[in-house]
């Protein structure tokens, strides 16, 4: 089992619409967990910061699960510029950053 | 904006050439990474150093090494290009758990 999982998606979702993501993780010790945004060709950039009691950026809302071990992005009333890959990430039992393979996302007008 | 710089943004380059890709930042972190991404595909760590002369290998494989003289400055080298060594090269930086991997722009790497 990978230790960050995510649905490759793709979502395909209208503008306007809210859309949410899981991702799930295998190390329970995990305090800090992360959403990074990635656009076609280019490097991951730091959406969000989770930690215990989630955290909300205008659209963006991310929260953790504990008992079930996984976070969740949500985005409300997506925009065409939301189109992306959606990368999680956990610290996984020897302390490194371990990411999920993303997963995409696509806002059609 | 960018505190951690990559160069050459990208690269072609005939097989059997040495090449170094360059990683600096200029944060302080400790920290460092090199990953390889294929187009679409998930991020693979090849290479971390936890500080200066410290290096270790990822959980990818690779035929490039790294070093870490300096703090600043984490480059990757390839002795002997391969067109299967073809991908985007990605380094990134971290400090206390707290704050996440802040990663460079990458290297388009393409080997003819």
């Known amino acids: 089992r990978k230790e960050v999982e995510q649905d490759p998606g793709p979502f395909n979702v209208p503008e306007g619409a809210t859309v949410a993501f899981n991702c799930t993780y295998s190390?329970?010790?995990?305090?800090?967990f992360f959403w990074y945004r990635q656009d076609c060709r280019k490097e991951p950039k730091l959406l969000m910061s989770?930690?215990?009691s989630g955290n909300e950026d205008g659209r963006f809302t991310a929260q953790l699960n504990r008992a079930s071990q996984y976070i969740s992005l949500l985005i409300r009333d997506s925009k065409l510029s939301d189109s992306a890959t959606y990368l999680c990430?956990?610290?996984?039992?020897?302390?490194?950053?371990?990411f999920g393979g993303g997963t995409r996302l696509m806002v059609k007008p | 904006e960018a505190d951690i710089y990559q160069t050459p943004r990208y690269l072609v380059i005939g097989t059997g050439k040495k090449i170094t890709l360059e990683c600096s930042q200029t944060?302080?972190?400790?920290?460092m990474y090199w990953y390889q991404q294929d187009p679409g595909m998930e991020l693979h760590l090849i290479h971390y150093?936890?500080?200066?002369?410290?290096?270790e290998k990822g959980d990818l494989s690779s035929e490039s090494t790294v070093s870490r003289i300096r703090t600043e400055h984490f480059p990757l080298t390839l002795e002997s290009a391969r067109p299967s060594h073809t991908s985007q090269y990605l380094c990134?930086?971290?400090?206390?758990?707290?704050?996440?991997?802040?990663f460079g722009s990458g290297t388009r790497l393409t080997v003819v």
């Open positions: 990134a930086s971290s400090t206390p758990e707290t704050y996440g991997y802040t």
């Open positions: 190390n329970s010790a995990s305090q800090s």
């Open positions: 989770v930690y215990s």
């Open positions: 990430g956990g610290y996984n039992a020897g302390n490194m950053l371990t």
């Open positions: 944060m302080g972190h400790d920290k």
């Open positions: 150093s936890y500080g200066v002369n410290s290096t």
